[in-house]
Nanobody, 123 residues
Framework: VQLQASGGGLVQAGGSLRLSCAGS????????IGWFRQAPGKEREFVAR????????YYAESVKGRFTISRDNSKNTVFLQMNSLKPEDTAVYSC?????????????????WGQGTLVTVSS
């Protein structure tokens, strides 16, 4: 499966953005999708994950209550709605696919990665 993230940009603190992860291929719905982010000088970190059906979602503590992950398998797309953005949310956001069904939160658990999209939150 091939993935492409989009929707990043510059936003003021307190604002919102919606990221999209578009997938190609007939097996998209068989993959859980995770969002990760990498800030300058820091390691990539887990942000959110949705199961294959979208029925189970998981979030990093730092974004819980502010971000919402969802998916539309009919359009091969996963969304990350980001509200109440903070300057510390500034990072390159990437989506990744995992064929496994057990919730996973580390980069090595994901088999396919898309290019990232830059989110910059100004104070």
């Amino acid at each position: 499966v091939q993935l492409q993230a989009s929707g990043g940009g510059l936003v003021q603190a307190g604002g919102s953005l919606r990221l999209s992860c578009a997938g190609s291929g007939p097996t998209f719905a068989r993959h859980a999708i995770g969002w990760f982010r990498q800030a300058p000088g820091k390691e990539r970190e887990f942000v959110a994950r949705t199961s294959q059906s979208g029925g189970a979602t998981y979030y990093a503590e730092s974004v819980k209550g502010r971000f919402t992950i969802s998916r539309d398998n009919s359009k091969n797309t996963v969304f990350l709605q980001m509200n109440s953005l903070k300057p510390e949310d500034t990072a390159v956001y990437s989506c990744a696919a995992d064929v496994g069904t057990i919730a996973a939160f580390t980069t090595s658990d994901y088999e396919y990665w898309g290019q990232g999209t830059l989110v910059t939150v100004s104070s």
